[in-house]
């Protein structure tokens, strides 16, 4: 069935640094693929999406590009921040179904 | 704020109880899912709705239920609780009933309720 994989974290990174969470997915034909993030304390927040092949979402100085090849969606950073200290999901939709499944979410530390 | 609704936002009870969650969608969105957090899961999906109706059901026990009302809110509803119920729970609300190639079907979560089960 479908499935997402995540990098194992934490991941701890000096500010400044640069960000790759690996992310690697299983599915029926080509599903939208999405980044969510969540802060301490609050619910997920969409931080990016791709729909189609070949396709870059970016927000907020992330990016992931969508490889049907490696069918992959890696998520990026030139220069992280303290404040994008914070657990990130990879997750796409289910094909046919009408559910959303999510990787087991990576945390992110960036030391000041 | 992200326009989804959840009450309450902590919840400690003892084990062998019933507890019901309580989850506003935003505003014109028709689709409520359920999502369990626990440290040792990470996020596993319990239900979907849309309009009223159950679309998509996971991995949720037959001790939990849930439903959607008319005006769209929706209750998830833990019965005969465990210590391992303990966990974040959140419910996520979406425009659509399901994905599209769009993309345009996003997930909006809430801060989610934290049951302690003791």
């Known amino acids: 069935g479908d499935s997402v994989t995540q990098m194992e974290g934490p991941v701890t990174l000096s500010e400044e640094a640069f960000l790759t969470i690996n992310c690697t997915y299983t599915a029926t034909g080509y599903p939208s693929l999405f980044w969510y993030v969540q802060y301490p304390g609050e619910g997920l927040q969409l931080l990016l999406k791709?729909?189609?092949?070949?396709d870059k979402g970016s927000n907020k100085g992330f990016e992931a590009t969508y490889r049907k090849e490696t069918t992959s969606f890696h998520l990026e950073k030139g220069s992280v921040q303290v404040s994008d200290s914070a657990v990130y999901f990879c997750?796409?939709?289910?094909?046919?179904?009408?559910?959303?499944?999510f990787g087991t979410g990576t945390r992110l530390k960036v030391l000041a | 704020d992200s326009g989804v609704t959840q009450t309450p936002k902590h919840l400690i009870t003892a084990t062998g109880q019933r507890v019901t969650l309580r989850c506003s969608p935003r505003s014109g969105d028709l689709s409520v899912y359920w999502y369990q957090q626990s440290l040792d899961q990470g996020l596993q999906f319990l239900i979907q709705y849309y309009n009223g109706e159950e679309r998509a059901k996971g991995n949720i026990l037959e001790r939990f239920s849930a439903q959607q009302f008319p005006d769209l809110h929706s209750e998830l509803n833990l019965s005969s609780l465990e210590l391992g119920d303990s966990a974040l729970y959140f419910c996520?609300?979406?425009?659509?009933?399901?994905?599209?190639?769009?993309?345009?079907?996003?997930?909006?979560f809430g801060a989610g309720s934290r049951l302690t089960v003791l």
């Open positions: 791709a729909t189609k092949a070949d």
């Open positions: 996520a609300s979406s425009p659509l009933k399901g994905e599209t190639r769009s993309g345009a079907n996003v997930l909006t």
């Open positions: 997750a796409l939709p289910v094909s046919g179904t009408y559910k959303y499944i």
